[in-house]
């Protein structure tokens, strides 16, 4: 099966500037996460979403991070206006599950993001 | 909340020789999972090793093994037979059982494996 799809791949930006990832996940999975990852830590969730609802988004710096997942398949993570502590991995990943039982995760190869 | 903990930031093994990487969890569930994750340098988290609370029996792929100690919340990773492409940041992780739930993070240990 085709994995998880990310890009760009890579991207630098001025601080201040807006920028936006995208994500195509494995067909049929039905939950989608954002992870950063910052140099030298181990991903933190942003989001996740099942189908086009979120489930949970406590940890998205709202003021500047938005995502969304139209249609249930793919997914654009935006941030607007970017900031220097914002330079991380971002991950993304699909899974499987149907009704209590769950079936493991697919990660993209992430887009590493750099603001200057 | 949980939490993951690696104390070992770098840990580096001679090339055939058995390396273990540490790692603790804090948690008050008893229905959980269990994971080691390979992350290379093209960044893809890559699954080594998965458990599940529930099972008794540690599990093992090829040369690679754990050992949990469920009382102690501990989840060592012991990779047998190192090769050169073990080279890598390897990540403990944590989830909550049920279909919902997302992975829980250490903060890696970077393990290298010399010729």
């Known amino acids: 099966e085709a994995g998880v799809a990310q890009s760009p791949r890579y991207k630098i930006i001025e601080k201040r500037q807006s920028v936006a990832f995208w994500c195509n996940p494995i067909s049929g999975h039905a939950t989608l996460y954002w992870y950063q990852q910052i140099l030298g830590q181990g991903p933190k969730l942003l989001i996740q979403?099942?189908?086009?609802?979120?489930?949970?988004d406590s940890q998205l710096p709202k003021d500047r991070f938005s995502a969304e997942r139209l249609k249930g398949v793919d997914s654009t993570l935006k941030i607007q206006p970017a900031k220097l502590e914002d330079s991380a991995v971002y991950l993304c990943a699909s899974s499987l599950a149907t009704g209590v039982l769950w079936y493991g995760y697919t990660f993209g190869s992430g887009t590493r993001l750099t603001v200057v | 909340a949980q939490t993951v903990t690696q104390s070992q930031p770098e840990m580096s093994v001679q090339e055939a020789e058995t390396v273990t990487l540490s790692c603790t969890y804090d948690?008050?569930?008893?229905?959980?999972?269990l994971f080691w994750y390979k992350q290379p340098p093209s960044r893809q988290m890559i699954l080594v090793i998965r458990q599940e609370a529930y099972k008794q029996q540690n599990a093992t792929e090829n040369r690679f093994s754990v050992n949990f100690q469920k009382a102690a919340k501990s989840f060592s990773l012991k990779i047998s037979d190192s090769q050169l492409g073990d080279t890598a940041m390897y990540f403990c992780?944590?989830?909550?059982?049920?279909?919902?739930?997302?992975?829980?993070f250490g903060k890696g240990t970077k393990l290298s494996v010399k010729p």
């Open positions: 979403f099942q189908n086009n609802g979120v489930v949970d």
């Open positions: 948690t008050s569930e008893n229905n959980y999972y």
């Open positions: 992780a944590f989830r909550h059982g049920g279909s919902q739930g997302n992975l829980i």
